[in-house]
């Protein structure tokens, strides 16, 4: 099993749609949560990092449930710049170690 | 936007050849890493460091060696390149906390022949 999990996708939406992604991990020690963006052939983006109480960037939200062991990423009112790869990232340790980074799902965004 | 560099962006080189990658950061930033990532693939940790003279390696196997000499640099090297090595590198940095929130610099794609 993967320590962070991801629905691979694609998930293909038209514009103005709402679409969630969901991410589990395997750590319950985990410490910090993040979404990161990632384009075709760029280097991941640092979209939003994921708070207990949930948060909130616009028309991004995300949430935390630590009970059992999932974030979300919803996105409201998509468009065509949204399409990308969305990265669920786990701070497993407590500083020392990289983050883990989940094999992303892929969102398309059609006109 | 996050200042770190690498380069050269894009290497094709002869197999045999030794490289290496550049990676410069001026936030100030403790840790530092290398990824590789292949096309529509995950990230793998090859190398990372948490400060000057502290190397560690990462999950996956890497042929390659790192040096942490300056805070703000953090060079990737293979003595000898391999067509096995073809793959994009991606170094990042963070400040040393328990957030651990990594900034990405751009990338250089290898392509050994």
């Known amino acids: 099993r993967k320590e962070v999990e991801q629905d691979p996708g694609p998930f293909n939406v038209p514009e103005g749609a709402t679409v969630a992604f969901n991410c589990t991990y395997s750590?319950?020690?985990?410490?910090?949560f993040f979404w990161y963006r990632q384009d075709c052939r760029k280097e991941p983006k640092l979209l939003m990092s994921?708070?207990?109480s949930g948060n909130e960037d616009g028309r991004f939200t995300a949430q935390l449930n630590r009970a059992s062991q999932y974030i979300s990423l919803l996105i409201r009112d998509s468009k065509l710049s949204d399409s990308a790869t969305y990265l669920c990232?786990?701070?497993?340790?407590?500083?020392?170690?990289?983050?883990?980074f989940g094999s992303g799902t892929r969102l398309q965004v059609q006109p | 936007e996050a200042d770190i560099y690498q380069t050269p962006r894009y290497l094709v080189i002869g197999t045999g050849k030794k490289i290496t990658l550049e990676c410069s950061q001026t936030?100030?930033?403790?840790?530092m890493y290398w990824y590789q990532q292949d096309p529509g693939m995950e990230l793998h940790l090859i190398h990372y460091?948490?400060?000057?003279?502290?190397?560690e390696k990462g999950d996956l196997s890497s042929e390659s060696t790192v040096s942490r000499i300056r805070t703000e640099h953090f060079p990737l090297t293979l003595e000898s390149a391999r067509p096995s090595h073809t793959s994009q590198y991606l170094c990042?940095?963070?400040?040393?906390?328990?957030?651990?929130?990594?900034?990405f610099g751009p990338g250089t794609r290898l392509t050994v022949l």
């Open positions: 936030m100030g930033h403790d840790k």
């Open positions: 990042a940095s963070s400040e040393y906390n328990l957030l651990n929130e990594q900034f």
């Open positions: 460091s948490y400060g000057v003279n502290s190397t």
């Open positions: 750590n319950s020690a985990s410490q910090s």
């Open positions: 994921v708070y207990s």
């Open positions: 990232v786990v701070n497993m340790d407590t500083g020392r170690r990289a983050l883990t």
